[in-house]
């Protein structure tokens, strides 16, 4: 059964910094390509970052460039969403999402997200 589970969330102020993980079991991971998507109370759910199977193409949302970096280690079937220079309109549910497609999303299965609230 396939399965994604993030971790990683939790309260930090402006400024500072969090990595969040995907953890993935029950498909072959590192062919599939991996997204981040965030979630804010009364928004639309937005895409922040995505990275291909074996790692050599990655998108970012116009919002975090330059602060996120998305990164996988498929020997731990793990994709990994450092967050530096947080602000608090990062503020909101994060979710991974696999088997889909980084230019075209689609993405098939979704985890049951991170919270990640950053004070101001």
């Known amino acids: 059964q396939l399965r994604l589970v993030e971790s990683g969330g939790g309260l930090v102020q402006t400024g500072g910094s969090l990595r969040l993980s995907c953890a993935a079991s029950?498909?072959?991971?590192?062919?599939?390509?991996t997204g981040w998507f965030r979630q804010a109370p009364g928004k639309e759910r937005e895409g922040v970052a995505c990275?291909?199977?074996?790692?050599?193409?990655?998108n970012y949302g116009d919002s975090v460039k330059g602060r996120f970096t998305i990164s996988r280690d498929n020997a731990k079937n793990t994709v990994y969403l450092q967050m530096n220079s947080l602000k608090p309109e990062d503020t909101g549910v994060y979710y991974c999402a696999a088997v889909g497609n980084c230019r075209q999303g689609g993405f098939a299965y979704w985890g049951q997200g991170t919270q990640v609230t950053v004070s101001s």
């Open positions: 990275i291909s199977g074996i790692g050599g193409y990655t």
């Open positions: 029950g498909f072959t991971f590192s062919y599939s390509a």
